[in-house]
């Protein structure tokens, strides 16, 4: 089976939580979970972002779960790597 090690999103958020704290949150929810998030647009209530994800083994519905628990939108899943699990465990 395979896993996500990293993934780049396109979401729409509202103002709050603070971009800062959008990013905690995300980061929060695995082992080793690394997140980088670019706003690339802001208007009157809300903001686009991209945000990048890298972890060993990204839980996406745990993600998308998070991000619209939040207020946000996902928008389109951009970039995604993944890696055979056997492939993984022979690198390590």
């Known amino acids: 089976m395979a896993i996500i090690r990293r993934i780049i999103l396109d979401v729409l958020k509202p103002h709050q939580p603070k971009a800062s704290e ?3 949150t995300l980061a929060d929810l695995g ?3 690394q997140v980088h998030l670019a706003v690339i647009e802001v208007d009157e209530n809300t903001e686009s972002v991209q945000l990048e994800i890298k972890a060993p ?9 998070a991000i619209i628990d939040m207020g946000a939108s996902l928008h389109s899943i951009d970039e995604v790597d993944a890696i055979s699990q ?3 465990s022979q690198q390590d």
């Open 86 to 88: 056997s492939k993984f």
């Open 31 to 33: 082992n080793e979970y």
């Open 22 to 24: 959008f990013a905690m």
């Open 57 to 65: 083994n990204i839980n996406f519905e745990l993600v998308q779960a």
